[in-house]
């Protein structure tokens, strides 16, 4: 019933940039906690970050100073810049979503980001 819709993946360079995009339907997304993660092959899924409500956001060690989470609750939609990239950074990322009234969880279908030179 509630859909999450990733956008904006692909291939770079090191050292550049992507922006990410979730699109959150049928929803009062006020309400949503959002974040993103980020699975490898052969890797556990890992937290990337995640914003509150209330717009208070946490990082992944690995990512902290060079990726910026947000969310526009107008277009329900919710943001991941990633800034500096490195080949590390290449994984299949995630879109999540928690209704914070009822507690269920959703999450998107992924995006790739490759980053190699």
């Known amino acids: 019933q509630v859909q999450l819709v990733e956008s904006g993946g692909g291939l770079v360079q090191p050292g550049e940039s992507l922006r990410l995009s979730c699109a959150v339907s049928r929803s009062i997304f006020n309400i949503y906690f959002m974040g993103w993660y980020r699975q490898a092959p052969g890797n556990q899924r890992e937290l990337v970050g995640s914003i509150s409500p209330g717009g208070n956001t946490n990082y992944g060690d690995s990512v902290k100073g060079r990726f910026t989470i947000s969310r526009d609750n107008a277009k329900n939609t919710v943001y991941l810049q990633m800034n500096c990239l490195k080949p590390e950074d290449t994984a299949v990322y995630y879109c999540?979503?928690?209704?914070?009234?009822?507690?269920?969880?959703?999450w998107g279908q992924g995006t790739q980001v490759t980053v190699s030179s």
């Open positions: 999540y979503a928690r209704n914070m009234a009822i507690r269920n969880d959703y």
